[in-house]
C-alpha cells in the first residue's frame, strides 16, 4: 500500500512539472573548434529598459580545463533578426548589437578573446521575448582580437573559428 501511495506522489509531481522547470537554460551550436556540438550549460540574459538585452553563453571545456563565454551586447528586442558587427574596442563604447569568444584558463582569470569575423554573416535570431523568457538561433563567427595583450593560453583554438546552427532557451526564474 506505501508502494502505490509513494508511486502516485511521484507520478503527480513529475506530471505537473513543467519541461521549462527542468531544462531552463540551454545552448548549443556546431563548433568548428572541435567539429561537434558545443553546449553551453549557462546561458543568462539581462534586459534593460531601452528594449535591449544582453546575454552571456558559458561553456566548460573539462578536456582542455577552459571556461568559454560568448557575451553578446545591445540586442534590440523589436528586431526579429540581427546582424552583429565586428567591434575590437571597449564595449561599452558601442551601441551596436556586438559579441565577443572569451577563453578564461580559470573562473577569475581572462585569456585571450575573440571578435566577430567580418568576413562572415553572424547573426542573432529572437523567436520568442518576454521579460523572464528568451528563446532564439545563432550563428557566430569569430577571430582573434588584434590588441590583446594577453599570451595565447588555450592553443588548440585557432586564430578563427566558428559555432553555427545555435539555439539557445533562457529562462529566469
Excluded at 582580437?145 to 532557451?169: M, N, Q, Y
Aim: net charge negative; charged share 20%; with cysteine.
Amino acid at each position: 500500500m506505501k508502494k502505490s501511495i509513494l508511486y502516485v506522489i511521484l507520478v503527480c509531481l513529475f506530471s505537473s512539472c513543467d519541461k521549462d522547470q527542468i531544462k531552463q537554460q540551454h545552448a548549443e551550436g556546431w563548433s568548428s573548434i572541435s567539429n561537434s556540438n558545443m553546449e553551453f550549460v549557462d546561458v543568462e540574459f539581462y534586459k534593460s529598459d531601452a528594449d535591449t538585452v544582453s546575454l552571456t553563453f558559458t561553456h566548460y571545456d573539462n578536456e582542455h580545463n577552459f571556461i568559454y563565454e560568448i557575451i553578446i551586447l545591445n540586442v534590440l528586442t523589436n528586431l526579429d533578426s540581427i546582424n552583429l558587427i565586428f567591434h575590437d574596442g571597449v564595449s561599452s563604447k558601442s551601441n551596436s548589437p556586438i559579441a565577443y569568444f572569451y577563453v578564461k584558463p580559470s573562473e577569475d582569470t581572462l585569456g585571450e578573446h575573440y571578435v566577430i569575423d567580418s568576413t562572415h554573416n553572424s547573426f542573432l535570431i529572437l523567436e520568442s521575448v518576454s521579460k523572464t523568457r528568451l528563446i532564439g538561433r545563432f550563428n557566430f563567427h569569430f577571430i582573434l582580437s588584434e590588441i590583446s595583450l594577453l599570451p595565447k593560453h588555450a592553443v588548440h583554438i585557432p586564430d578563427a573559428f566558428s559555432i553555427t546552427d545555435g539555439r539557445f532557451h533562457a529562462k529566469k526564474d
